[in-house]
Antibody
Framework: QVQLQESGPGLVKPSQTLSLTCSVS??????????WSWIRQPAGKELEWIGR???????DYNASLKSRVTISMDTAKNQFSLMLTSVTAADTAVYYC????????????WGQGTLVTVSS | EIVLTQSPATLSLSPGERATLSCRAS??????LAWYQQKPGQAPRLLIY???NRATGIPARFSGSGSGTDFTLTISGLEPEDFAVYYC?????????FGQGTRLEVK
């Protein structure tokens, strides 16, 4: 059973960089069959897809965030990470990591989510 | 960018009743439409993928239909645990996107 767990600071100051890590257990992130995604959800609002990464190094980002987002992988630790620069209050949200089945389907396994608040 | 519009925003029903939730895409997503269930404080749970395929462990009372731009999630015989928020999701065109959600509440 694949499990994902987000970790990182719960509070980030405006204009700084938000950094989160997703630890994956129950399967290797090096599998060619999957992508690894980040999705966020502001309180009381809908889900917003941020981007994803594949072991090949390929990344896809939401154009609305692309200039500020970087997703990377650490295969030795079976983790992948999100960096979001120049944050504002609008970036306050619960951030989820998820496994994306690529051509075979949508995100199927999700982490429990972590709340990140942007405030001074 | 595709916009997914869900209706109704809120659906009030009683246990045992049938729920019909709709999702309309601003352009065709072929059959690449999924449905998720989200309960308070929890991550979304995949119910249906590619219009009509139930995800692992999802009860048969959940079914999906549609194609192109119009899709439906049907829950036949609502159980108490089914009252939650439901999101549709498309993976046909970048970026992937979610609808704004339908809240299914107890009448």
């Amino acid at each position: 059973q694949v499990q994902l767990q987000e970790s990182g600071p719960g509070l980030v100051k405006p204009s700084q960089t938000l950094s989160l890590t997703c630890s994956v257990s129950g399967g290797p992130i090096t599998s060619d069959n999957y992508y690894w995604s980040w999705i966020r959800q502001p309180a009381g609002k809908e889900l917003e897809w941020i981007g994803r990464i594949h072991i090949s190094g390929s990344t896809d980002y939401n154009a609305s965030l692309k200039s500020r987002v970087t997703i990377s992988m650490d295969t030795a630790k079976n983790q992948f990470s999100l960096m979001l620069t120049s944050v504002t209050a609008a970036d306050t949200a619960v951030y989820y990591c998820a496994r994306d089945r690529g051509a075979m389907g949508p995100e199927d396994y999700w982490g429990q989510g972590t709340l990140v608040t942007v405030s001074s | 960018e595709i916009v997914l519009t869900q209706s109704p925003a809120t659906l009030s029903l009683s246990p045992g009743e049938r729920a019909t939730l709709s999702c309309r895409a601003s352009q065709s997503v072929s059959s690449y439409l999924a449905w998720y269930q989200q309960k308070p404080g929890q991550a979304p749970r995949l119910l249906i993928y590619d219009t009509s395929n139930r995800a692992t462990g999802i009860p048969a009372r959940f079914s999906g239909s549609g194609s192109g731009t119009d899709f439906t999630l049907t829950i036949s015989g609502l159980e108490p645990e089914d009252f939650a928020v439901y999101y549709c999701h498309q993976r046909a065109i970048w970026p992937r996107a979610f609808g704004q959600g339908t809240r299914l509440e107890v009448k």
